[in-house]
T-cell receptor, first 115, second 115 residues
Framework: KAGVTQTPRYLIKTRGQQVTLSCSPISGHRSVSWYQQTPGQGLQFLFE???????NKGNFPGRFSGRQFSNSRSEMNVSTLELGDSALYLC??????????????FGQGTRLTVV | GENVEQHPSTLSVQEGDSAVIKCTYS??????FPWYKQELGKGPQLIIDIRSNVGEKKDQRIAVTLNKTAKHFSLHITETQPEDSAVYFC??????????????FGKGTHLIIQP
């Protein structure tokens, strides 16, 4: 079956702009999480969506937001981009039956560069 | 919140030898511990995971051990091969609250297999 698909793969934006990234989870998976990966901070949890509701949130400013649609596809948005937002943004999906954590499968990520 | 420490940051071993990567975590409520392998230009790939009710799990050349009392867990790779060269991440999470809190990752170990 198809894996987690993230689009676009690469993105260059200017400071102050906003950006929207997209994630299509594995078919049947209901939980979608977003992570930011940078050389300095490593992999950091942004937020998690389940049944169109944000269920958990990491320690990121309000400029980072997301949503999930009824088909489990998810988008994340970053407003007023800063140079420090340059990173690889990863989406992970999991089955999450009975609200018990299950294996998270990652997409290839979207490489965002802010100039 | 949870804090995960991972050692070493770089590990070089001869092909055919074993490699061991160690992680410690701080939150005694964490109950799920996955390991991911990330190759250049790709997203993290789940290679093995363990839950808190199990002390050891093995899958062919890969094994993970968990010591809940000491709050540490380790990845063991035996008979290493060139394709094992990658960055490995440990992670921890707690779903006791009903829904994943998000994975907290270690900083990663760059494993180099010398021919």
């Amino acid at each position: 079956k198809a894996g987690v698909t993230q689009t676009p793969r690469y993105l260059i934006k200017t400071r102050g702009q906003q950006v929207t990234l997209s994630c299509s989870p594995i078919s049947g998976h209901r939980s979608v999480s977003w992570y930011q990966q940078t050389p300095g901070q490593g992999l950091q949890f942004l937020f998690e969506y389940f049944s169109e509701t944000q269920r958990n949130k990491g320690n990121f400013p309000g400029r980072f937001s997301g949503r999930q649609f009824s088909n489990s596809r998810s988008e994340m948005n970053v407003s007023t981009l800063e140079l420090g937002d340059s990173a690889l943004y990863l989406c992970a999906s999991s089955l999450d039956l009975n609200r018990v954590i299950s294996e998270a499968f990652f997409g290839q990520g979207t490489r965002l560069t802010v100039v | 919140g949870e804090n995960v420490e991972q050692h070493p940051s770089t590990l070089s071993v001869q092909e055919g030898d074993s490699a061991v990567i160690k992680c410690t975590y701080s939150d005694s409520a964490s109950n799920y511990f996955p390991w991911y392998k990330q190759e250049l230009g790709k997203g993290p790939q789940l290679i093995i995971d363990i839950r808190s009710n199990v002390g050891e799990k093995k899958d062919q050349r890969i094994a993970v051990t968990l010591n809940k009392t000491a709050k540490h867990f380790s990845l063991h790779i035996t008979e290493t091969q060139p394709e094992d060269s990658a960055v490995y991440f440990c992670a921890a999470s707690d779903d006791s609250g009903g829904g994943a809190d998000g994975l907290t990752f270690g900083k990663g170990t760059h494993l180099i297999i010398q021919p």
